[in-house]
Protein backbone atom coordinates (compact mmCIF):
# COMPACT_ATOMS: atom_id res chain seq x y z
CA UNK A 1 0.00 0.00 0.00
CA UNK A 2 1.56 3.46 -1.06
CA UNK A 3 2.31 5.74 2.14
CA UNK A 4 0.30 8.75 2.42
CA UNK A 5 1.59 11.90 1.18
CA UNK A 6 1.41 14.60 4.16
CA UNK A 7 1.50 17.79 2.84
CA UNK A 8 1.85 19.93 5.64
CA UNK A 9 2.04 23.97 5.81
CA UNK A 10 2.19 26.94 8.82
CA UNK A 11 -1.99 29.05 9.03
CA UNK A 12 -1.65 32.45 7.92
CA UNK A 13 -4.63 33.10 10.62
CA UNK A 14 -2.30 32.98 13.44
CA UNK A 15 0.28 35.99 11.79
CA UNK A 16 -1.90 37.62 10.08
CA UNK A 17 -4.73 38.70 12.95
CA UNK A 18 -3.00 37.00 16.73
CA UNK A 19 0.48 39.03 15.92
CA UNK A 20 0.13 42.20 17.29
CA UNK A 21 2.53 44.82 14.67
CA UNK A 22 4.68 45.71 17.33
CA UNK A 23 7.78 44.73 19.05
CA UNK A 24 7.08 42.27 21.95
CA UNK A 25 7.92 43.05 25.51
CA UNK A 26 11.53 41.45 26.05
CA UNK A 27 9.75 39.62 29.17
CA UNK A 28 8.27 37.81 26.62
CA UNK A 29 10.98 36.24 24.94
CA UNK A 30 11.85 32.51 24.93
CA UNK A 31 13.81 32.32 27.84
CA UNK A 32 10.89 34.19 30.15
CA UNK A 33 8.32 31.59 28.34
CA UNK A 34 10.04 28.29 29.16
CA UNK A 35 9.88 29.45 32.85
CA UNK A 36 6.34 30.56 32.64
CA UNK A 37 5.38 27.12 30.56
CA UNK A 38 7.07 25.08 33.88
CA UNK A 39 5.44 27.14 36.08
CA UNK A 40 1.51 26.81 34.82
CA UNK A 41 2.40 22.91 35.12
CA UNK A 42 3.48 22.99 38.60
CA UNK A 43 0.37 24.99 39.35
CA UNK A 44 -1.93 23.10 37.37
CA UNK A 45 -4.25 23.00 40.55
CA UNK A 46 -4.35 26.78 40.94
CA UNK A 47 -6.00 27.13 37.08
CA UNK A 48 -2.51 27.57 34.86
CA UNK A 49 -3.14 24.21 33.53
CA UNK A 50 -4.19 22.54 31.11
CA UNK A 51 -6.35 25.99 30.64
CA UNK A 52 -5.29 29.23 32.13
CA UNK A 53 -7.68 31.84 33.69
CA UNK A 54 -7.28 35.22 33.50
CA UNK A 55 -6.18 35.80 36.94
CA UNK A 56 -3.35 33.61 37.25
CA UNK A 57 -2.21 35.24 33.76
CA UNK A 58 -2.39 38.38 35.03
CA UNK A 59 -0.67 37.12 37.90
CA UNK A 60 2.63 35.84 36.18
CA UNK A 61 2.32 38.20 33.89
CA UNK A 62 2.02 41.70 36.22
CA UNK A 63 3.91 39.71 38.55
CA UNK A 64 6.54 37.02 37.48
CA UNK A 65 7.25 39.49 34.10
CA UNK A 66 6.64 42.62 35.26
CA UNK A 67 4.23 43.07 32.30
CA UNK A 68 1.78 46.44 32.68
CA UNK A 69 -1.73 45.02 33.18
CA UNK A 70 -3.35 46.49 30.06
CA UNK A 71 -0.84 44.95 28.30
CA UNK A 72 -1.63 41.45 29.89
CA UNK A 73 -5.26 41.79 28.91
CA UNK A 74 -4.02 43.36 25.37
CA UNK A 75 -2.24 39.67 24.77
CA UNK A 76 -5.02 37.80 26.71
CA UNK A 77 -7.87 39.06 25.05
CA UNK A 78 -5.79 39.05 21.56
CA UNK A 79 -5.32 35.20 21.75
CA UNK A 80 -8.85 34.75 22.95
CA UNK A 81 -10.93 36.72 20.57
CA UNK A 82 -8.53 34.52 17.72
CA UNK A 83 -9.95 31.40 18.65
CA UNK A 84 -13.26 32.31 16.16
CA UNK A 85 -15.69 32.31 19.25
CA UNK A 86 -19.37 32.17 17.40
CA UNK A 87 -21.20 35.05 16.57
CA UNK A 88 -23.81 34.74 19.71
CA UNK A 89 -21.16 34.06 22.54
CA UNK A 90 -19.36 36.98 21.34
CA UNK A 91 -22.24 39.16 21.46
CA UNK A 92 -23.23 37.65 25.27
CA UNK A 93 -19.67 38.94 25.36
CA UNK A 94 -20.39 42.17 24.90
CA UNK A 95 -23.26 42.44 26.75
CA UNK A 96 -21.61 41.66 29.77
CA UNK A 97 -19.13 43.64 29.90
CA UNK A 98 -21.41 46.55 28.72
CA UNK A 99 -23.31 45.99 32.19
CA UNK A 100 -20.55 46.25 34.42
CA UNK A 101 -20.79 49.34 36.50
CA UNK A 102 -17.24 49.56 37.95
CA UNK A 103 -13.81 48.14 37.61
CA UNK A 104 -14.31 45.01 40.27
CA UNK A 105 -17.26 44.01 38.14
CA UNK A 106 -15.48 44.03 34.94
CA UNK A 107 -12.73 41.78 36.83
CA UNK A 108 -14.90 39.64 37.36
CA UNK A 109 -16.38 38.88 34.03
CA UNK A 110 -13.42 38.56 33.14
CA UNK A 111 -12.21 36.01 35.63
CA UNK A 112 -14.52 33.76 33.97
CA UNK A 113 -12.60 33.23 30.92
CA UNK A 114 -9.29 30.81 30.41
CA UNK A 115 -7.17 29.59 27.61
CA UNK A 116 -5.84 26.52 26.52
CA UNK A 117 -2.34 26.96 27.47
CA UNK A 118 0.08 25.70 25.47
CA UNK A 119 -1.78 27.17 22.74
CA UNK A 120 -1.09 30.47 24.19
CA UNK A 121 2.45 29.89 25.10
CA UNK A 122 2.48 29.30 21.14
CA UNK A 123 0.94 32.37 20.58
CA UNK A 124 3.14 35.04 22.97
CA UNK A 125 6.76 33.07 20.90
CA UNK A 126 4.78 33.93 17.69
CA UNK A 127 5.18 37.46 18.43
CA UNK A 128 8.45 37.26 17.98
CA UNK A 129 8.24 37.29 14.41
CA UNK A 130 7.65 41.28 14.56
CA UNK A 131 11.13 41.50 16.59
CA UNK A 132 13.35 43.93 14.79
CA UNK A 133 16.56 42.10 13.74
CA UNK A 134 20.02 44.10 14.41
CA UNK A 135 21.62 41.05 12.52
CA UNK A 136 19.39 41.25 9.44
CA UNK A 137 19.59 45.12 9.61
CA UNK A 138 23.15 44.91 9.31
CA UNK A 139 23.53 41.95 6.27
CA UNK A 140 22.06 44.42 3.58
CA UNK A 141 18.22 45.26 4.51
CA UNK A 142 17.59 48.85 5.41
CA UNK A 143 17.67 50.20 9.25
CA UNK A 144 14.00 50.16 10.70
CA UNK A 145 12.31 53.27 9.46
CA UNK A 146 8.70 54.92 9.46
CA UNK A 147 8.41 53.55 6.28
CA UNK A 148 9.01 49.92 5.62
CA UNK A 149 8.54 48.05 2.43
CA UNK A 150 5.99 45.43 2.09
CA UNK A 151 5.70 42.56 -0.77
CA UNK A 152 3.77 44.03 -4.15
CA UNK A 153 1.16 42.36 -5.98
CA UNK A 154 3.24 41.90 -9.19
CA UNK A 155 4.66 39.25 -6.82
CA UNK A 156 8.31 41.30 -7.86
CA UNK A 157 10.34 40.85 -4.85
CA UNK A 158 10.30 43.57 -2.43
CA UNK A 159 11.43 43.87 1.23
CA UNK A 160 8.18 42.31 2.91
CA UNK A 161 5.38 42.85 6.06
CA UNK A 162 6.39 39.47 7.68
CA UNK A 163 2.86 39.63 9.40
CA UNK A 164 1.52 38.42 5.87
CA UNK A 165 3.93 36.56 3.98
CA UNK A 166 3.18 33.18 4.18
CA UNK A 167 7.08 32.48 3.40
CA UNK A 168 8.09 34.21 6.11
CA UNK A 169 5.69 32.40 8.41
CA UNK A 170 7.64 28.90 6.75
CA UNK A 171 11.24 30.18 7.57
CA UNK A 172 9.96 31.59 11.03
CA UNK A 173 8.82 28.17 12.32
CA UNK A 174 11.29 26.00 10.36
CA UNK A 175 14.04 28.28 12.71
CA UNK A 176 12.63 28.40 16.27
CA UNK A 177 10.67 24.72 15.61
CA UNK A 178 12.98 23.55 18.27
CA UNK A 179 12.10 26.38 20.81
CA UNK A 180 8.78 25.45 20.11
CA UNK A 181 8.12 22.07 20.70
CA UNK A 182 10.66 22.27 23.61
CA UNK A 183 8.00 24.73 24.96
CA UNK A 184 5.47 22.15 24.58
CA UNK A 185 7.39 19.47 26.53
CA UNK A 186 6.38 17.93 29.85
CA UNK A 187 8.93 19.01 32.89
CA UNK A 188 10.54 15.25 32.98
CA UNK A 189 11.10 15.39 29.07
CA UNK A 190 14.02 17.91 29.86
CA UNK A 191 16.93 18.18 30.36
CA UNK A 192 18.52 20.37 33.44
CA UNK A 193 19.34 22.84 31.50
CA UNK A 194 15.60 22.77 30.00
CA UNK A 195 16.36 21.41 26.40
CA UNK A 196 14.89 18.55 24.97
CA UNK A 197 17.52 15.37 24.89
CA UNK A 198 16.92 12.40 22.30
CA UNK A 199 15.02 10.14 23.96
CA UNK A 200 12.52 13.10 25.15
CA UNK A 201 9.00 12.47 24.22
CA UNK A 202 6.34 15.03 22.75
CA UNK A 203 2.65 14.18 24.24
CA UNK A 204 -0.49 14.20 21.91
CA UNK A 205 -1.75 16.56 23.48
CA UNK A 206 1.07 19.35 22.66
CA UNK A 207 1.02 18.15 19.66
CA UNK A 208 -2.94 18.72 19.35
CA UNK A 209 -1.66 22.51 20.97
CA UNK A 210 0.96 23.01 17.82
CA UNK A 211 -2.10 22.48 15.44
CA UNK A 212 -3.38 26.23 16.47
CA UNK A 213 -0.24 26.99 14.02
CA UNK A 214 0.28 24.07 11.30
CA UNK A 215 -2.62 22.43 9.26
CA UNK A 216 -2.14 20.69 6.03
CA UNK A 217 -3.90 17.67 3.65
CA UNK A 218 -2.88 14.36 2.25
CA UNK A 219 -2.15 13.26 -1.42
CA UNK A 220 -3.36 16.70 -2.49
CA UNK A 221 -6.82 16.56 -1.43
CA UNK A 222 -8.92 19.47 -0.95
CA UNK A 223 -9.59 18.72 2.51
CA UNK A 224 -7.93 20.48 5.34
CA UNK A 225 -7.30 18.76 8.59
CA UNK A 226 -5.27 20.19 12.03
CA UNK A 227 -1.75 18.59 12.32
CA UNK A 228 -2.59 16.29 15.19
CA UNK A 229 -4.97 14.46 13.20
CA UNK A 230 -2.53 14.12 10.24
CA UNK A 231 0.35 13.16 12.62
CA UNK A 232 -2.26 9.76 13.27
CA UNK A 233 -2.79 9.23 9.36
CA UNK A 234 -1.83 5.58 8.22
CA UNK A 235 1.88 5.30 7.64
CA UNK A 236 2.84 8.40 9.39
CA UNK A 237 3.23 7.28 13.06
CA UNK A 238 6.32 5.47 11.77
CA UNK A 239 7.73 8.25 10.28
CA UNK A 240 6.95 10.77 12.67
CA UNK A 241 7.71 8.16 16.12
CA UNK A 242 4.01 8.00 17.77
CA UNK A 243 3.62 5.48 19.73
CA UNK A 244 0.05 3.80 20.82
CA UNK A 245 1.21 2.52 24.20
CA UNK A 246 2.63 5.67 25.35
CA UNK A 247 0.30 8.05 23.60
CA UNK A 248 3.63 10.35 22.26
CA UNK A 249 5.98 11.41 19.48
CA UNK A 250 9.67 10.79 19.48
CA UNK A 251 11.45 14.62 19.58
CA UNK A 252 13.41 13.87 16.93
CA UNK A 253 11.60 11.86 15.11
CA UNK A 254 8.14 14.19 15.14
CA UNK A 255 10.76 17.40 14.66
CA UNK A 256 12.41 15.78 11.00
CA UNK A 257 8.69 14.66 10.09
CA UNK A 258 7.51 18.13 10.67
CA UNK A 259 10.94 19.92 8.99
CA UNK A 260 10.34 17.24 6.30
CA UNK A 261 6.68 17.96 5.35
CA UNK A 262 6.70 21.72 5.71
CA UNK A 263 5.43 23.48 2.57
CA UNK A 264 4.10 26.95 1.16
CA UNK A 265 0.64 27.41 2.39
CA UNK A 266 -1.49 26.79 -0.91
CA UNK A 267 -4.52 29.26 0.55
CA UNK A 268 -1.64 32.02 1.41
CA UNK A 269 -0.02 35.32 0.11
CA UNK A 270 1.98 33.93 -2.26
CA UNK A 271 -0.35 31.39 -3.73
CA UNK A 272 -2.93 34.29 -3.63
CA UNK A 273 -0.42 36.51 -6.15
CA UNK A 274 0.67 34.12 -8.46
CA UNK A 275 -2.34 31.97 -9.33
CA UNK A 276 -5.25 34.01 -7.72
CA UNK A 277 -8.52 34.91 -9.37
CA UNK A 278 -7.69 38.81 -10.72
CA UNK A 279 -10.91 40.99 -10.00
CA UNK A 280 -11.97 43.98 -12.07
CA UNK A 281 -13.80 46.27 -9.22
CA UNK A 282 -12.55 49.24 -9.62
CA UNK A 283 -14.13 51.65 -12.68
CA UNK A 284 -11.45 53.37 -14.45
CA UNK A 285 -11.83 56.98 -14.40
CA UNK A 286 -11.34 59.50 -17.20
CA UNK A 287 -7.93 61.01 -17.22
CA UNK A 288 -5.77 57.77 -15.23
CA UNK A 289 -3.43 55.13 -16.63
CA UNK A 290 -2.30 53.08 -13.69
CA UNK A 291 -5.02 49.97 -13.71
CA UNK A 292 -5.86 48.51 -9.89
CA UNK A 293 -4.48 45.17 -9.04
CA UNK A 294 -6.90 43.20 -7.35
CA UNK A 295 -6.72 39.48 -6.52
CA UNK A 296 -8.80 36.92 -4.47
CA UNK A 297 -7.80 32.83 -3.62
CA UNK A 298 -9.13 30.63 -6.18
CA UNK A 299 -8.87 27.59 -3.78
CA UNK A 300 -11.38 28.05 -0.97
CA UNK A 301 -12.19 25.42 1.29
CA UNK A 302 -14.20 26.08 4.39
CA UNK A 303 -11.40 25.50 7.02
CA UNK A 304 -9.73 28.28 5.59
CA UNK A 305 -10.77 32.44 5.23
CA UNK A 306 -10.71 33.85 1.96
CA UNK A 307 -8.23 36.13 1.13
CA UNK A 308 -8.41 39.10 -1.00
CA UNK A 309 -5.58 41.59 -2.06
CA UNK A 310 -6.16 44.79 -3.71
CA UNK A 311 -3.50 47.66 -4.82
CA UNK A 312 -2.42 50.76 -6.88
CA UNK A 313 -6.02 51.72 -6.82
CA UNK A 314 -5.40 55.42 -8.47
CA UNK A 315 -8.06 57.86 -8.70
CA UNK A 316 -11.19 55.41 -8.34
CA UNK A 317 -14.03 54.60 -7.00
CA UNK A 318 -14.34 51.10 -5.56
CA UNK A 319 -17.85 49.95 -4.45
CA UNK A 320 -18.25 45.85 -3.51
CA UNK A 321 -20.65 43.82 -1.65
CA UNK A 322 -20.34 40.28 -2.66
CA UNK A 323 -19.52 36.33 -1.28
CA UNK A 324 -16.10 37.48 -2.14
CA UNK A 325 -15.40 39.30 0.81
CA UNK A 326 -17.48 37.78 3.06
CA UNK A 327 -15.21 36.35 5.81
CA UNK A 328 -12.04 37.40 4.19
CA UNK A 329 -8.77 38.72 4.99
CA UNK A 330 -8.25 41.58 2.85
CA UNK A 331 -4.96 43.77 2.10
CA UNK A 332 -5.15 47.46 0.91
CA UNK A 333 -1.61 48.33 -0.83
CA UNK A 334 -0.47 51.22 -2.49
CA UNK A 335 -4.25 53.03 -2.88
CA UNK A 336 -4.00 56.51 -3.58
CA UNK A 337 -6.71 59.65 -4.47
CA UNK A 338 -9.56 57.03 -4.23
CA UNK A 339 -12.86 56.17 -2.37
CA UNK A 340 -13.17 52.16 -1.46
CA UNK A 341 -16.61 50.36 -0.07
CA UNK A 342 -16.04 47.37 0.68
CA UNK A 343 -19.63 46.71 2.32
CA UNK A 344 -19.44 42.93 3.29
CA UNK A 345 -19.03 41.42 6.49
CA UNK A 346 -14.47 40.85 7.34
CA UNK A 347 -12.37 38.73 9.24
CA UNK A 348 -9.33 41.21 8.83
CA UNK A 349 -7.92 44.72 7.02
CA UNK A 350 -4.56 45.70 6.49
CA UNK A 351 -4.44 48.87 4.59
CA UNK A 352 -1.00 49.91 3.64
CA UNK A 353 1.11 52.87 1.98
CA UNK A 354 -1.93 54.76 1.37
CA UNK A 355 -2.75 58.21 0.58
CA UNK A 356 -5.47 60.62 0.53
CA UNK A 357 -8.32 58.29 0.40
CA UNK A 358 -11.21 57.05 2.23
CA UNK A 359 -11.60 53.20 3.30
CA UNK A 360 -15.97 52.70 4.16
CA UNK A 361 -15.47 49.18 5.69
CA UNK A 362 -18.12 46.52 6.28
CA UNK A 363 -17.77 45.02 9.91
CA UNK A 364 -14.71 43.60 10.77
CA UNK A 365 -14.65 40.32 12.94
CA UNK A 366 -10.92 40.27 14.30
CA UNK A 367 -8.55 43.46 13.35
CA UNK A 368 -8.13 46.03 11.51
CA UNK A 369 -4.20 47.84 10.52
CA UNK A 370 -3.73 50.53 9.06
CA UNK A 371 0.48 51.59 8.47
CA UNK A 372 2.53 53.59 6.72
CA UNK A 373 -0.56 55.82 5.84
CA UNK A 374 -0.74 59.72 5.23
CA UNK A 375 -4.19 61.14 5.01
CA UNK A 376 -6.64 58.83 4.55
CA UNK A 377 -9.98 58.14 6.41
CA UNK A 378 -11.16 54.98 7.96
CA UNK A 379 -14.74 53.83 8.34
CA UNK A 380 -15.65 50.67 10.45
CA UNK A 381 -17.08 48.79 13.21
CA UNK A 382 -14.17 46.08 13.98
CA UNK A 383 -13.62 44.49 16.70
CA UNK A 384 -10.08 46.09 16.92
CA UNK A 385 -8.57 48.51 15.58
CA UNK A 386 -4.17 49.12 15.63
CA UNK A 387 -2.20 51.87 13.83
CA UNK A 388 1.42 52.51 13.01
CA UNK A 389 3.76 54.81 11.02
CA UNK A 390 0.33 57.21 10.28
CA UNK A 391 0.25 61.07 9.53
CA UNK A 392 -2.95 62.84 9.70
CA UNK A 393 -4.95 60.12 9.72
CA UNK A 394 -8.95 59.85 11.03
CA UNK A 395 -10.97 56.76 12.14
CA UNK A 396 -14.72 56.47 12.70
CA UNK A 397 -14.83 53.49 14.66
CA UNK A 398 -17.15 51.72 16.75
CA UNK A 399 -14.77 48.92 18.68
CA UNK A 400 -15.15 47.07 21.79
CA UNK A 401 -11.84 47.39 22.53
CA UNK A 402 -8.85 50.13 22.89
CA UNK A 403 -7.58 51.29 19.43
CA UNK A 404 -4.19 50.83 19.52
CA UNK A 405 -1.49 53.21 18.70
CA UNK A 406 2.00 52.01 17.92
CA UNK A 407 5.18 53.62 16.87
CA UNK A 408 5.92 56.45 14.31
CA UNK A 409 2.24 58.26 14.64
CA UNK A 410 1.41 61.89 13.93
CA UNK A 411 -1.51 63.91 13.93
CA UNK A 412 -4.44 60.91 14.19
CA UNK A 413 -7.99 61.69 15.20
CA UNK A 414 -10.28 59.42 16.63
CA UNK A 415 -14.44 60.33 16.14
CA UNK A 416 -17.17 58.46 16.63
CA UNK A 417 -18.41 56.10 13.64
CA UNK A 418 -21.00 57.99 12.19
CA UNK A 419 -22.66 55.90 8.68
CA UNK A 420 -24.88 53.43 8.06
CA UNK A 421 -25.93 51.28 4.83
CA UNK A 422 -29.13 48.92 4.69
CA UNK A 423 -27.18 45.44 5.91
CA UNK A 424 -24.99 47.36 8.38
CA UNK A 425 -26.80 45.79 11.51
CA UNK A 426 -27.17 42.26 10.18
CA UNK A 427 -23.30 41.93 9.27
CA UNK A 428 -22.65 43.11 12.65
CA UNK A 429 -25.08 40.14 13.76
CA UNK A 430 -22.87 38.09 11.31
CA UNK A 431 -19.44 38.67 13.22
CA UNK A 432 -20.62 38.70 16.53
CA UNK A 433 -19.95 42.80 16.92
CA UNK A 434 -22.86 44.95 19.18
CA UNK A 435 -22.66 48.68 20.07
CA UNK A 436 -21.86 48.91 23.29
CA UNK A 437 -19.44 48.55 24.96
CA UNK A 438 -17.59 51.27 22.37
CA UNK A 439 -14.05 52.45 23.45
CA UNK A 440 -13.68 54.36 20.51
CA UNK A 441 -12.01 57.51 22.32
CA UNK A 442 -9.95 55.49 24.54
CA UNK A 443 -6.72 54.34 23.02
CA UNK A 444 -3.58 52.73 24.06
CA UNK A 445 -0.52 54.07 23.60
CA UNK A 446 1.02 50.49 23.52
CA UNK A 447 5.15 51.14 22.45
CA UNK A 448 6.97 53.81 24.41
CA UNK A 449 7.68 55.69 22.14
CA UNK A 450 4.24 56.92 21.38
CA UNK A 451 3.74 57.49 24.75
CA UNK A 452 3.01 61.26 24.39
CA UNK A 453 -0.19 61.75 24.55
CA UNK A 454 -0.38 64.38 21.64
CA UNK A 455 0.13 61.90 18.88
CA UNK A 456 -3.93 62.19 19.08
CA UNK A 457 -6.42 63.82 19.55
CA UNK A 458 -10.70 63.23 19.76
CA UNK A 459 -12.08 65.15 16.38
CA UNK A 460 -13.58 68.57 17.97
CA UNK A 461 -17.36 68.18 17.35
CA UNK A 462 -17.48 71.57 14.94
CA UNK A 463 -15.54 69.49 11.83
CA UNK A 464 -17.56 66.57 12.78
CA UNK A 465 -19.90 65.59 9.71
CA UNK A 466 -21.69 62.72 9.25
CA UNK A 467 -21.26 60.11 5.99
CA UNK A 468 -23.57 59.33 3.60
CA UNK A 469 -22.53 55.96 1.66
CA UNK A 470 -24.35 56.45 -1.86
CA UNK A 471 -25.29 52.86 -2.59
CA UNK A 472 -28.82 51.60 -2.89
CA UNK A 473 -29.19 48.29 -1.11
CA UNK A 474 -31.68 45.80 0.43
CA UNK A 475 -31.96 46.03 4.25
CA UNK A 476 -33.25 47.41 7.21
CA UNK A 477 -30.30 49.15 9.30
CA UNK A 478 -31.91 52.96 8.44
CA UNK A 479 -29.73 55.20 10.88
CA UNK A 480 -26.51 54.72 13.00
CA UNK A 481 -25.68 51.95 15.00
CA UNK A 482 -26.23 52.98 18.94
CA UNK A 483 -26.29 56.99 17.33
CA UNK A 484 -23.73 59.91 18.89
CA UNK A 485 -22.40 60.86 21.70
CA UNK A 486 -24.43 63.89 22.83
CA UNK A 487 -21.81 66.20 22.17
CA UNK A 488 -21.46 64.77 18.63
CA UNK A 489 -25.48 65.28 17.74
CA UNK A 490 -25.56 68.09 19.48
CA UNK A 491 -23.07 69.78 16.75
CA UNK A 492 -25.09 67.99 13.73
CA UNK A 493 -28.41 69.84 15.39
CA UNK A 494 -26.92 73.34 15.86
CA UNK A 495 -25.98 72.85 12.05
CA UNK A 496 -28.96 71.70 11.05
CA UNK A 497 -30.81 74.72 12.75
CA UNK A 498 -28.40 77.10 11.15
CA UNK A 499 -29.58 75.59 7.23
CA UNK A 500 -32.94 76.54 8.76
CA UNK A 501 -31.98 79.81 9.90
CA UNK A 502 -30.17 80.52 6.92
CA UNK A 503 -33.39 78.80 4.77
CA UNK A 504 -35.79 81.30 6.40
CA UNK A 505 -33.46 84.45 5.85
CA UNK A 506 -33.52 83.87 2.04
CA UNK A 507 -36.87 83.66 1.91
CA UNK A 508 -38.00 86.37 3.82
CA UNK A 509 -35.37 88.63 1.93
CA UNK A 510 -38.14 89.59 -0.78
CA UNK A 511 -35.75 89.01 -3.42
CA UNK A 512 -36.88 89.85 -7.32
CA UNK A 513 -36.38 87.17 -9.83
CA UNK A 514 -33.72 88.49 -11.02
CA UNK A 515 -31.89 88.84 -8.02
CA UNK A 516 -32.99 84.94 -7.19
CA UNK A 517 -31.51 83.90 -10.16
CA UNK A 518 -28.25 85.62 -10.22
CA UNK A 519 -28.08 84.25 -5.96
CA UNK A 520 -28.86 81.30 -7.54
CA UNK A 521 -25.64 81.29 -9.91
CA UNK A 522 -23.27 82.46 -7.17
CA UNK A 523 -24.18 79.81 -4.56
CA UNK A 524 -23.77 76.98 -7.36
CA UNK A 525 -20.71 78.72 -8.38
CA UNK A 526 -18.77 78.42 -4.81
CA UNK A 527 -20.71 75.09 -4.63
CA UNK A 528 -18.70 73.53 -7.09
CA UNK A 529 -15.40 75.50 -6.38
CA UNK A 530 -15.80 73.98 -2.57
CA UNK A 531 -16.47 70.49 -4.52
CA UNK A 532 -13.20 71.10 -6.80
CA UNK A 533 -10.99 72.29 -3.59
CA UNK A 534 -11.90 69.51 -0.84
CA UNK A 535 -11.60 66.75 -3.81
CA UNK A 536 -15.25 66.04 -3.93
CA UNK A 537 -15.82 66.72 -7.23
CA UNK A 538 -13.85 63.54 -8.11
CA UNK A 539 -15.66 61.32 -5.91
CA UNK A 540 -18.89 62.43 -7.54
CA UNK A 541 -17.54 62.01 -10.79
CA UNK A 542 -16.06 58.29 -9.93
CA UNK A 543 -19.68 57.97 -8.55
CA UNK A 544 -20.97 58.06 -12.62
CA UNK A 545 -21.01 54.27 -13.41
CA UNK A 546 -20.71 53.51 -17.44
CA UNK A 547 -23.41 51.58 -17.78
CA UNK A 548 -25.23 50.22 -14.54
CA UNK A 549 -27.19 51.93 -11.86
CA UNK A 550 -26.00 52.63 -8.30
CA UNK A 551 -26.78 49.29 -7.25
CA UNK A 552 -23.57 48.08 -8.81
CA UNK A 553 -22.34 47.90 -4.92
CA UNK A 554 -24.37 45.10 -4.33
CA UNK A 555 -23.02 43.24 -7.44
Not at 263 to 284: E, H, R, V, Y
Request: aromatic share 10%; net charge positive; glycine share 4%.
Amino acid sequence: MEAAAVRLWVKTEPFVVGVLPAPPPARLGPHYLRKMAAYARARAAEGCFPRLSWPRWRHIACGKLQLDRGIAWLYFELFHSLLRPDPPRSLEWAEAEATCASAEELERERSKLSVDTLQFLLFLYIQQVSKVSLRTSLIGEEWPSRRTKSPSLTGKPASENKIWNDQDHRAFVQSHLLEMLELLLEPEQLSASSHSTHSSLVSYEAVCALSFLIEGTVNKSRTVHPLHELALWQSCPGQNGYSKISRAFSFPKLESWLRSCLTINPFGMTACLKSGKKLAWAQQVEGTTRRAKIACNTCVVPEVFPMVIMSQVYKQTLAKSSDTLVGAHVRIHRCNESFIYLLSPLRSVTIEKCRNSTFVLGPVQASVHVHSCDNVKVIVVCHRLSLSSTAGCTFYTLTPTQPLILSGNQAVSFAPFHTHYPMLEDHMAQVGLATLPNYWDSPMLVCKESSDMSVFRLLPPSDFYTFVIPFEMEGDTTEVPGGLPHAYQKALSQREQNVQIWQKTVKEAGLTKDQRKQFQVLVETKFYEWLVQTGNRQQLDSLVPPAVGSKQAAG
